[in-house]
C-alpha cells in the first residue's frame, strides 16, 4: 500500500511555498541571530518574510507557533549565561513602503485604535533614528550597572555584562537623580560607527583575516564574545532609546509622562541619546522626518536602516498595547536598503593614479543604497580570494554614506559549474608594464610609474614639485587641463610645451604661460639625485636619490645596476634594490628617461664613491680574547681598523673572525659553538698583509 495521499493544504502549493520559506528564514535568521554572520542582505530577508506575511494573512488556521513571524531575534548562545527579561524585549513592526504614505497610514491607524475623532488634536509621536546595531537591555541597581543582557528571542537574553562594561559610552554609574533610583532597566543600542567600521576592516585586510559584513554584524558579534578582551578591542558606541521596566522609585510613570521625557530623563542620568530625535505632531510631521533623516542618512557618522515612530504618551502606550512580537504603539518605517543582492558580470582591475591595481567588479545594475550601482570594488586580490568571489556569482553589494560600493561577500547558492578563480593580471591593464607586489604588502602594483596612463597626472606633479625637478607654476589644476586635453601624456612632453599650447588654458595669460614655459626651461640643469627622486620610483624618496647619485656618480650605472650592486649603497635594503631595478628594467620608463636626456635635461656626473678603492676589510667585523703574543688589544684593533674593519665586543653570527690568543675564555668556547673561523696573531697578520689570502671559513685553531 501506498501513504495515503496528502490531502487539503499540504497539496496546496501555497503552502509548500509557505514551508520553503519558513525553512529558509529559520536558517537564515540563525545565520543572523546567532552566528552574526548572515548570508543574505536584510532586503532579501525582509522580502521573504513579507511574502509568508502575506501568505499567513491569507490562511491564518496555517500560522505555526514558531513560524519566524510569530518570533523574536535567535536562540541565546551557549557559553552566556540566560537572562530572563522582566519586560519582554520586541521586534518592531516594519514598514518596507519607503514613501511618506506609511507615515501617514500609521497615524491613521494610531487616531483608529485609540478612537480618536476628526476634531481630536494630532497625537504626538517621537521619531528617532532606526540604529542598526544590537539591542540591549542595561540594569541599575542603586544607580550602579549590574547586568546587561542581549534581547535574545525576545523573552531571554545573553549576559554580556562583561563586554558590555568595556564600552565608553555605557555609563557604569548613573548621574544625579538616576543614582537613587532602586531598580531600572535601560534599553538602547549597541553599534559601530562606519569609521571605526571601515578602519576595523582595513585592520582586518591587513592582517589577512576575514572582513566584517556591515556594521551591525561587527558590532553584535562583539558583543557577543566569549572573550571581553575581544569586545575591549573593538571600536563600539551606544545610543539609549528607553526603559523596559518603568522605575518603582518614581510612581506609575507620571500621569501624562511621556516617552520624550523618558529620554530627557536617560540623557540627565548620563546616557548618549541621539539629537536626531524630534517630537512629531500628526502623520505630515513624521512623513517630514522620513524625508529628512532619509536626505542626512548618507552623512551620518553611523548606518541607519529607517526611522522609527512612537506614541508619545505612555498611559497610550500602554491602551495600545502588544501583538505577538511587537509593541501597538510603535512601527519602524525603512529606507532604502544599503545591502542588494546582485549578479558579477565581470571583474575588472583598475590601475589608481598611484599605480595601485584594484579588483573590481561589474554587476548587473543594482539599486541600493539610494542609488543604482554598476561597479563595487573587491580591495586587492588577497581579499577576492578570501571572499571567492567569480563571474557569474551572486554577490551582496552594500553601499553605506559615501563610502564607495563593496562586494561584501557571495551569496548562495552558487552556480554549478562556477567561473574560473580571479587572477590579477602580471602585466598593468593599462600600459602593458610588469606588475609587482611586494612581500608584506597586499596591494599589486604597475611598475610603469613613468609611462603609464593611469599614473600620468600624478608622476607629473611629483617630477614638477619643488623637491623634484622645482618648475614653479605647474600645479595641479594646470596638469588636470594639459592631461585631460592630451597636450602632455607624460613628463617629457613637458619640454615640449610652446606658448601656443598654454595660452588659453583656463587661467593662462601670457605672461604666466611664458613664466611656466621659463621654469620649465630651467629645470633642465638639475642634479642627479633631484631628477631620481623625480622619476617617482617607489621608496626612492630624497634621501635615497642622494644616496645613489653620491654611491653611483651617474644615471647609466643606476639603471644599469643589478639588485646586487643597489644593495651596496648605504642604507639601501632588498624591497628598495628590487624597485629601483624593476623600474629600470620596464622599457617604457628608460625611452622616458631617455626623452627627458635628449630633451636638453642635464646634470653633472661623477665616478661615483663607488668606484673608490674599497678597503680591504671592509664590512668585516673581528672580536678579539685572551692575550696575544706580541700585540697589545689596542695595536690589534688599530691595525684591524686601518684595514676597514670592525672590532666588537661579543661573538655572534655576524662575527667574520675571532682573533684568539693566551688564556682566552668563553667568547672563544662561543666561536666555537657557533663555527665562527678563529685566526691566532699570526694568522691576523696574515690577513692584514693580504686579505684576499685568507677568507672566513680557513681557520688556524691556535688551541
Ligand atoms: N540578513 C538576514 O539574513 C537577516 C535575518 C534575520 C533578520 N534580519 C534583519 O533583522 C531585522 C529584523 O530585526 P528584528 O525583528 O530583530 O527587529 P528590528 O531590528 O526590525 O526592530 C527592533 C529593533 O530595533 C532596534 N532599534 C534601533 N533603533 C531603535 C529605536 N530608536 N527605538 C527602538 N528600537 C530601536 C532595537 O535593537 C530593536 O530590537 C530586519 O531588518 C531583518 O532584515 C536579517
Ligand atoms: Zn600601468
Known amino acids: 500500500m501506498f501513504a495515503a495521499l496528502p490531502t487539503g493544504a499540504v497539496a496546496d502549493p501555497e503552502w509548500r511555498r509557505a514551508e520553503a520559506l519558513r525553512r529558509a528564514l529559520h536558517h537564515h535568521a540563525w545565520r543572523y541571530y546567532v552566528l552574526d554572520d548572515p548570508e543574505i542582505p536584510d532586503a532579501e530577508y525582509d522580502r521573504l518574510f513579507a511574502e509568508l506575511q502575506a501568505i499567513e494573512a491569507r490562511h491564518p488556521d496555517w500560522v505555526t507557533p514558531d513560524s519566524p513571524t510569530q518570533r523574536v531575534g535567535g536562540r541565546?548562545?551557549?557559553?552566556?549565561?540566560?537572562?530572563?527579561?522582566?519586560?519582554?524585549?520586541?521586534?518592531?513592526?516594519?514598514?518596507?513602503d519607503t514613501e511618506a504614505g506609511a507615515a501617514l497610514a500609521f497615524d491613521a491607524r494610531i487616531r483608529k485604535e485609540l478612537a480618536l475623532g476628526p476634531d481630536d488634536p494630532p497625537v504626538v509621536y517621537v521619531a528617532e533614528p532606526k540604529f542598526d546595531g544590537l539591542a540591549i537591555g542595561l540594569l541599575y541597581e542603586h544607580g550602579l550597572l549590574v547586568r546587561a543582557a542581549t534581547r535574545g528571542d525576545g523573552e531571554t537574553g545573553e549576559d554580556v555584562t562583561q563586554n558590555i562594561r568595556t564600552i565608553g559610552q555605557i555609563p557604569l554609574r548613573l548621574r544625579g537623580?538616576?543614582?537613587?533610583?532602586?531598580?531600572?532597566?535601560?534599553?538602547?543600542?549597541?553599534?559601530?560607527?562606519?569609521?571605526?567600521?571601515?578602519?576595523?576592516?582595513e585592520r582586518q585586510r591587513a592582517r589577512g583575516d576575514k572582513t566584517f559584513v556591515n556594521p551591525r554584524n561587527a558590532a553584535a558579534g562583539a558583543v557577543r564574545q566569549l572573550d571581553p578582551a575581544v569586545t575591549a578591542s573593538r571600536p563600539l558606541s551606544f545610543f539609549a532609546y528607553g526603559v523596559g521596566e518603568w522605575p518603582a522609585a518614581l510612581g506609575d510613570g507620571p500621569e501624562g509622562g511621556t516617552h520624550w521625557q523618558v529620554l530627557q530623563a536617560l540623557r540627565d542620568w548620563g546616557f548618549p541619546v541621539s539629537d536626531l530625535v524630534r517630537r512629531c505632531e500628526g502623520g505630515e510631521a513624521l512623513a517630514a522626518y522620513h524625508?529628512?533623516?532619509?536626505?542626512?542618512?548618507?552623512?551620518?557618522?553611523?548606518?541607519?536602516?529607517?526611522?522609527?515612530?512612537?506614541?508619545?504618551r505612555l498611559d497610550w502606550q500602554r491602551t495600545l498595547g502588544f501583538v505577538t512580537r511587537e509593541p501597538r504603539w510603535a512601527i519602524a518605517h525603512k529606507f532604502p536598503a544599503q545591502e542588494q543582492l546582485t549578479r558579477v558580470l565581470a571583474i575588472d582591475v583598475q590601475v589608481g593614479r598611484t599605480g595601485k591595481l584594484t579588483p573590481v567588479a561589474k554587476l548587473e545594475p543594482v539599486f541600493v543604497g539610494g542609488v543604482t550601482v554598476t561597479n563595487a570594488t573587491l580591495?586587492?586580490?588577497?581579499?577576492?580570494?578570501?571572499?571567492?568571489?567569480?563571474v557569474g556569482d551572486t554577490v551582496i553589494v552594500r553601499r553605506a554614506g559615501d563610502v564607495i560600493p563593496e562586494v561584501v561577500a557571495v551569496a548562495p547558492p552558487l552556480p554549478q559549474p562556477r567561473g574560473e578563480p580571479f587572477v590579477m593580471p602580471s602585466a598593468c591593464p593599462v600600459c602593458g608594464s610588469a606588475v609587482v607586489r611586494?612581500?608584506?604588502?597586499?596591494?599589486?602594483?604597475?611598475?610603469?610609474?613613468?609611462?603609464?596612463?593611469?599614473?600620468?597626472?600624478?608622476?607629473?606633479?611629483?617630477?614638477?614639485?619643488?623637491?623634484?625637478?622645482?618648475?614653479?607654476?605647474?600645479?595641479?589644476?594646470?596638469?588636470?587641463?594639459?592631461?585631460?586635453?592630451?597636450?602632455?601624456?607624460?613628463?617629457?612632453d613637458l619640454y615640449r610645451l610652446g606658448l601656443s599650447s598654454l595660452v588659453g588654458l583656463d587661467r593662462m595669460a601670457d605672461k604666466s604661460a611664458s613664466n611656466v614655459l621659463a621654469a620649465i626651461e630651467a629645470s633642465k640643469s638639475t642634479t642627479l639625485a633631484r631628477f631620481l627622486f623625480g622619476l617617482g620610483i617607489r621608496h626612492v624618496g630624497e634621501s635615497t636619490a642622494r644616496d645613489l647619485a653620491r654611491h653611483f656618480g651617474r644615471l647609466d650605472a643606476i639603471m644599469d645596476a643589478s639588485v646586487d650592486d643597489l644593495l651596496r649603497v648605504p642604507d639601501v635594503g632588498p624591497v628598495v634594490a628590487n624597485s629601483i631595478h624593476t623600474f629600470f628594467a620596464q622599457p617604457h620608463n628608460r625611452e622616458v628617461v631617455e626623452q627627458l636626456r635628449a630633451s636638453g635635461v642635464h646634470w653633472p656626473e661623477h665616478d661615483g664613491d663607488a668606484k673608490a678603492e674599497p678597503l680591504p676589510l671592509s664590512g668585516k667585523t673581528f672580536v678579539l680574547t685572551g692575550t696575544l703574543p706580541t700585540l697589545t688589544r689596542e695595536e690589534a684593533k688599530a691595525r684591524i681598523e686601518a684595514a676597514g674593519g670592525k672590532v666588537a665586543g661579543s661573538v655572534s653570527r655576524k662575527t667574520d673572525w675571532v682573533v684568539a690568543g693566551e688564556a682566552a675564555g668563553s667568547k672563544l668556547d662561543k666561536a666555537r659553538e657557533l663555527g665562527v673561523p678563529i685566526l691566532d696573531e699570526a694568522g691576523l697578520i696574515a690577513l692584514l698583509d693580504n686579505p684576499g689570502a685568507v677568507s672566513p671559513g680557513s681557520d688556524s685553531d691556535p688551541g
Not at 537623580?177 to 562606519?194: D, F, N, Q, S, T
Not at 581579499?383 to 571567492?388: H, I, N, S, Y
Open 438 to 492: 611586494e612581500a608584506d604588502e597586499v596591494d599589486h602594483r604597475c611598475s610603469g610609474g613613468l609611462y603609464c596612463p593611469a599614473q600620468r597626472k600624478q608622476a607629473i606633479l611629483h617630477f614638477a614639485q619643488r623637491r623634484a625637478m622645482d618648475i614653479e607654476g605647474l600645479g595641479e589644476k594646470l596638469v588636470d587641463q594639459l592631461v585631460d586635453g592630451n597636450v602632455v601624456r607624460g613628463v617629457a
Open 177 to 201: 537623580a538616576g543614582a537613587e533610583i532602586e531598580r531600572l532597566e535601560v534599553r538602547g543600542e549597541v553599534y559601530m560607527r562606519r569609521d571605526d567600521f571601515e578602519a576595523l576592516n
Open 291 to 312: 524625508r529628512d533623516i532619509g536626505a542626512r542618512r548618507d552623512a551620518l557618522p553611523f548606518d541607519i536602516d529607517g526611522v522609527v515612530y512612537k506614541v508619545d
Open 76 to 96: 541565546p548562545l551557549e557559553g552566556f549565561e540566560p537572562v530572563r527579561h522582566t519586560v519582554p524585549m520586541l521586534s518592531i513592526r516594519t514598514e518596507t
Open 379 to 390: 580591495h586587492n586580490a588577497d581579499e577576492v580570494a578570501r571572499k571567492d568571489v567569480r
